[in-house]
């Protein structure tokens, strides 16, 4: 079979599935939840709804949904990438000492943040596609290396000192335009860009026969290699994008940057409803998740609640959402 013909069988379904995807599916349930969500809180609290603390959500979220959008498509390929705090560490680390001790602009500092996560993507790529090691074996392994890259270029507990030359994507007044944070609109225009792509272009729609049957893709003449690379690059590139908007602020960068962040962006992922064994997912979930996340997040701090409640909260998401892939799965697999 070849691949003008992959994409002919596929047709059908992809204008029927495209144009109704916004309506259906786990993210109509998320979508929902969120909804019910905020309302619970705007009754139960005085500030929710307050710009300042919708700024927050908003600005928080960002890193997450950019460095997710990457995280889709690596999960839809049937890989995993649990080294991105590993990369956002190194990044914000590189990009913190060029500003400062360089004096580096603003388009230089993104252009070597994008450009390092890029290449620290590609190692992670070539090992996967080439290696034929499991990605999970691989990114944790590249996890632990990119730390302790991070450290030995700190030199010290932290680099103090950054100037707000990135502050266009900070949390600050330089980084909002009537009253919306830029790094939240940037989070947008990716997002919409990555599910024209996955949705409409073929070699998006690689992705998913990827991970659906990677040996029938291969048979089909897809370079399921070159695609497998280029999610890696692809989501190393946007999490330099994700660095740049956590240091964008200035001031300090400590060494825990980046600590824990693979967690938040794997779950906002799953949450919204990708297939952690491949083959399904889109970016409009990842955006939903992700504002869970970061919703659940702003709750427990509104409600003065234990903050490891957060962690038990999005926990519960996760198994309920990896849960009912595997009993789609399953049904899917009986027919």
């Given amino acids: 079979m070849s691949s003008a013909t992959l994409e002919k069988d596929r047709a059908p379904s992809r204008a029927r599935h495209g144009s109704l995807r916004l309506a259906e599916g786990q993210e109509v349930v998320l979508a929902a939840l969120l909804v019910a969500l905020w309302l619970a809180l705007a009754l139960s609290t005085d500030t929710f709804f307050a710009a300042s603390n919708l700024q927050n959500i908003l600005f928080t979220v960002a890193p997450v949904a950019i460095a997710g959008i990457g995280m889709t498509a ?3 390929t049937a890989g995993i990438d649990v080294s991105v705090g590993g990369t956002l560490a190194v990044v914000g680390v590189v990009v913190a000492k060029l500003l400062r001790d360089a004096g580096a602009g603003l388009l230089m500092a993104v252009g070597v943040a994008v450009v390092t996560g890029a290449v620290l993507g590609l190692v992670n790529g070539l090992l996967v596609a080439y290696g ?27 680099v103090s000192g950054v100037p ?3 502050g266009v994507l900070g949390g600050g007044e330089s980084g909002l ?3 919306v944070p830029h790094a ?3 989070a947008l225009v990716l997002a919409a860009g990555a599910w024209t792509y996955m949705r409409y272009v073929p070699t998006g729609r690689h992705l998913y026969a ?11 003449g897809v370079r399921v290699e070159r695609r497998q690379i280029s999610v890696y690059v692809l989501v190393g590139l946007l999490v330099g994008l994700a660095a740049c908007v956590r240091i964008g602020s200035g001031g300090l960068v400590g060494q825990d940057i980046g600590t824990g962040f693979e967690l938040e962006v794997i779950a906002a992922v ?4 990708t297939s952690i064994l491949g083959g399904r997912g889109s970016v409009v979930g990842t955006l939903l998740g992700a504002m869970l996340v970061s919703t659940i997040t702003s709750a427990v701090t509104l409600l003065n609640w234990q903050n490891e409640l957060t962690q038990l909260f999005i926990g519960l998401f996760i198994v309920a959402a990896v849960g009912a892939d595997l009993l789609r799965e399953r049904r899917r697999r009986s027919l």
């Fill in 164 to 166: 707000g030359t990135l």
């Fill in 132 to 158: 034929r090691l499991h990605p999970i074996i691989v990114t944790f392994g590249t996890l632990n290396v990119f730390r302790f890259v991070a450290l030995q270029i700190f030199d010290s507990k932290q």
């Fill in 74 to 76: 690596v999960i839809v």
């Fill in 184 to 186: 939240a609109v940037l």
């Fill in 210 to 220: 990827v991970g659906g049957d990677a040996s029938a893709a291969r048979l089909a």
């Fill in 177 to 179: 335009s009537l009253g």
């Fill in 270 to 273: 799953v949450i919204g409803g």
